[in-house]
């Protein structure tokens, strides 16, 4: 059977499955982003991002991906021969450390076994080796691992062994657990629009604390598009600094008045049933998880011995129209990710499982499948 006769079924890390409300409202009209009209949504999305991030700063508005939002941590942020420790434990964390040595930055790196969480003592000993930092770097989930660090406790050892700020890329984290930025006293937030908040790729959020804005204002390294401070500027004056992809910050605004009606935690509660759904479906499909400290928003699952996950990953979007990730560098051909942010429904999960199965000539896709029921029925979409 060809795959234009099964329906397809986006379920990666990101991009995410689309409300079709939200759909529908981006492509309503193309407003201009110097109007009114506009300016009222964007005023309500600037209250209803503060609301996801659980801050009482403003949260900027970047129109790039998540890379984007990460580069401007570092350039905002930063001075020409400033330190700073990375915590790398992925892809991503080597894309935050790569970052900072192209503005010519010193990189102290914190190597982490993929696959775990950062240890608190390691974290501990490397700011007492480098008393200089200004910032620490970290994912809170490693995306390419679906892994997550204890941000909370890291923020303490962070505060109590050294004036660095902390920095966290919370692409895969911010809307899929907990993660409260005043609270724990994160300096630097940044997330993307391609994840929890369920709308196409294309921006990017950045949100910094009181202490990071004095920072801020003192940076030294280049910056002109990514001058957060320049849209801040802009943004008391009920605009943004440059031109603004309208339809996606449209489709944005309907989402976060959705998560303030509805409540940021059935958001995450619907993560977390889908991602403890995954894991013990995958289990009686032979598939066991990858990380000792797994994420909600994303799952990384090992395929058995003699099973090739990049071909499996291949079968099923062509025979079964079904988009998933596989493992990078040296995890190609080792994990399948499949994401949890989005639109995803009790459907998509069991067919997902169902060509899981198939693929891998499984005898336990009944048990799977009803392992999936159990969880999937405790929580709704946010859109239903």
């Not at 899929?176 to 005043?182: A, T």
């Not at 894991?279 to 058995?304: F, H, I, M, N």
Request: include cysteine; glycine fraction near 8%.
């Amino acid at each position: 059977m060809s795959e234009h006769q099964w329906p397809y079924r986006l379920l990666a890390p990101g991009p995410v499955p689309v409300p079709p409300p939200v759909l529908q409202a981006m492509s309503a009209k193309v407003l201009h982003h110097r109007t009114p009209e506009f300016e009222k949504i964007l005023r309500e999305v600037w209250v209803g991002l503060k609301f996801v991030f659980a801050t009482q700063q403003s949260v900027q508005i970047i129109a790039g991906t998540g890379s984007a939002a990460m580069e401007a941590a570092v350039c905002n942020l930063l001075s020409p021969g400033d330190q700073v420790l990375a915590v790398v434990s992925g892809k991503f964390g080597e894309r935050w450390a790569e970052q900072c040595e192209r503005y010519s930055i010193k990189v102290h790196r914190l190597d982490v076994p993929w696959g775990d969480p950062v240890k608190l003592e390691d974290l501990e000993a490397a700011l007492k080796s480098h008393r200089a930092v200004k910032a620490v770097f970290s994912q809170v989930c490693e995306t390419s691992t679906a892994t997550v660090h204890p941000i909370q406790k890291m923020s303490q050892v962070i505060a109590k062994n050294s004036q660095a700020l902390f920095c966290v890329d919370a692409i895969t984290a911010v809307g899929c657990m907990p993660l409260p930025m005043d609270d724990w006293g994160l300096d630097c937030v940044v997330a993307g629009s391609q994840k929890a908040f369920m709308i196409p790729t294309g921006l990017s959020f950045i949100a910094f604390s009181e202490r990071a804005w004095k920072v801020q204002a003192q940076s030294r390294l280049p910056k002109y598009y990514l001058d957060i401070g320049a849209e801040r500027a802009a943004n008391a004056k009920g605009e943004t600094h440059f031109s603004t992809p309208t339809p996606l910050v449209v489709g944005l605004n309907l989402v976060l008045k959705q998560m303030q009606s509805r409540g940021l935690n059935l958001v995450i509660e619907r993560c977390q049933a889908l991602a403890k759904a995954t894991r013990e479906a995958g289990a009686e499909l032979g598939l066991q998880t990858y990380s000792s400290s797994p994420s909600s928003s994303v799952t990384a699952l090992k395929t058995p011995t003699g099973t090739n996950s990049a071909q499996l990953r291949d079968w099923l979007e062509k025979e079964r129209n079904i988009t998933i990730m596989g493992g990078q560098d040296s995890l190609k051909g080792k994990i399948i990710r499949v994401g949890h942010m989005g639109y995803i429904l009790n459907d998509d999960m069991t067919a997902l499982v169902r060509a899981l199965g198939e693929g891998l000539k499984s005898e336990g896709v009944q048990k799977a499948v009803a392992v999936l029921e159990k969880h999937l029925n405790s929580v709704e979409p946010l859109f239903t």
